[in-house]
């Protein structure tokens, strides 16, 4: 019969159930997260723990081994882009030829930068109809004159027609027919720099030649019961053509 061995004793070879390496006694019997000498070891689990670095770095290094993290590498620099002036040229020519073609579009299919006419005929009635002054409207003008504007308005000392139209060669005109006191209208539609030039002889008519503003010229027909303007940045032939086709 074998004598009784103490309770606490560890047998000299013990071999893990699971068929782990035996544990020395040594081992076994220190307690975990020690090493002898008492430094630092290896935990229970088998993973090693971060050695401080002597130094002035606050950070753990990583023990390099199996669980040691790999340094982030930094980042790549962009390659700075390097185009050649053909590029450029290709890229602006890219960002061209559709606005060409719409242009082109705009103009040639849509009418684009054609003025807009007008009829005058409502604006005539209603000068007409008011019975203010005797209204006159041109009559026998070519086909390249175009009506762009037309009203017909009334104020405290008189009425006044008003009719805009785009010459042949492309200017402007303005017929201006209007009860108003001379005096009051001359200013206010060829303001300050209107001045009298001398007489224009159109069919036996007293019409007298009047500066404009800027570039423009007049011709005024001055009336008892009316006062007729016509007005514009168009050619002297053209104005006479406008104020001699009146009726």
């Known amino acids: 019969m074998e004598a009784a061995q103490p309770a606490d004793r560890v047998p000299a070879d013990p071999t893990p ?8 006694p040594a081992a076994a019997d220190a307690p975990a997260g020690s090493a ?3 430094g630092t070891g290896t935990p ?18 990583l023990v390099a081994g199996e669980g040691a993290a790999t340094a982030r590498p930094g980042r790549p620099e962009r390659p700075r882009s390097e185009r050649s002036p053909k590029d450029m040229a290709l890229s602006l020519l890219v960002l061209l030829v ?28 209603q000068a007409r109809a008011a019975n203010v002054f005797p209204v006159a409207e041109p009559s026998g003008l070519g086909d390249g004159w175009r009506t762009v504007s037309a009203s017909f308005r009334t104020v405290d000392d008189g009425a006044t027609l ?7 060669e492309g200017r402007g005109a303005q017929l201006v027919q209007s009860s108003v006191p001379p005096e009051r209208l001359i200013p206010a539609e060829l303001t300050a720099q209107g001045q009298p030039q001398g007489p224009a002889d159109l069919g036996g008519a007293n019409w007298q030649r009047y500066t404009g ?13 009316r006062t007729v303007i ?12 406008l104020a001699g086709a009146l009726r």
């Open 17 to 24: 159930p699971d068929g782990r390496p035996p544990v020395p």
């Open 36 to 38: 002898p000498g008492g």
């Open 44 to 61: 229970a689990g088998g993973e090693p723990e971060p050695a401080l670095v002597a130094g002035g770095d606050p950070e753990p290094a």
């Open 98 to 125: 559709p606005i060409a073609l719409l242009l082109a579009f705009y103009r040639g299919f849509l009418g684009g930068e054609q003025p807009t006419t007008v009829d005058a005929a409502p604006a005539y009635e």
């Open 162 to 168: 008003r009719v805009g139209y785009l010459t042949p």
């Open 213 to 225: 503003r800027g570039n423009e010229q007049a011709l005024v027909l001055l009336e008892p019961d």
């Open 230 to 241: 016509v007005v514009g940045d168009a050619r002297d032939n053209e104005l006479r053509e």
